[in-house]
């Protein structure tokens, strides 16, 4: 069946821009995660959902970062005003349930110029 | 502080050479320890989840093993196609399942 599904696949902007990341999760899955992979470093988690409600958002780095989920499906990672710091790929997973394990999309790979 | 230290950071094989890569854990209660394969532009794939200490799991020519401060991956006369980063995640008992800290990977090349 079909996968996470993430878009764009890369995205360029200008540093001080706002970018929106979207994530489609493999239907049914009530779970969804947003994960951070910058260059050399593992994999950093920013926020999880359940459902449309986001219990553990701790992993975020600043209040330019914010996510929303609707409909329980899709889900929307927003950075304001980004910074070359912000550079890395942004995965997204999602689970069947809170008790089970992720599957991760491809991810978008972000370049702040 | 929950932690995942993985070694070698690289590994090269030969086709057939089996090896094991190492994954030690800091983890204020384990809830669940996971390995994933991630492939070059890809997402990690789900590979494994360890629960408890003694526990092993095998799928083809991979079998992981846990105890209560590290795990392995033995790698059974690996073939070029198992080439891939292999990384390791801990989940506690204070979180959601998926709430993992990472590894930074081990980089696996399998020459033919």
């Known amino acids: 069946g079909a996968g996470v599904s993430q878009s764009p696949s890369n995205k360029v902007t200008e540093k001080g821009k706002d970018v929106e990341l979207r994530c489609d999760p493999i239907?049914?899955?009530?779970?969804l995660y947003w994960y951070r992979q910058s260059l050399g470093q593992g994999l950093e988690f920013l926020i999880y959902f359940q459902g449309n409600s986001a219990p553990d958002k701790s992993g975020l780095p600043s209040d330019r970062f914010s996510a929303e989920r609707t409909g329980g499906s899709v889900s929307t990672l927003t950075i304001q005003r980004t910074q070359q710091e912000d550079s890395a790929v942004y995965l997204c997973?999602?689970?069947?349930?809170?008790?089970?394990?992720?599957?991760f999309g491809n991810g978008t790979r972000l370049t702040v110029t | 502080e929950d932690q995942v230290t993985q070694s070698p950071e690289a590994l090269r094989l030969q086709e057939g050479e089996s090896s094991s890569l190492n994954c030690s854990y800091t983890v204020s209660g384990l809830r669940g320890l996971f390995w994933y394969r991630q492939d070059p532009g890809k997402g990690p794939e789900f590979l494994f989840t360890l629960y408890s200490a003694g526990e092993e799991k095998e799928k083809e020519r991979l079998k992981a093993t846990l105890t209560k401060k590290e795990s392995f991956l033995h790698i059974t006369a690996p073939k070029p196609e198992d080439s891939a980063t292999y990384l390791c995640?801990?989940?506690?008992?204070?979180?959601?399942?998926?709430?993992?800290?990472f590894g930074r990977g081990t980089q696996l090349t399998v020459w033919p």
């Open positions: 995640a801990v989940s506690n008992r204070g979180s959601t399942l998926g709430r993992l800290y």
């Open positions: 997973a999602s689970s069947f349930d809170y008790n089970s394990p992720l599957h």
């Open positions: 239907s049914g899955h009530t779970a």
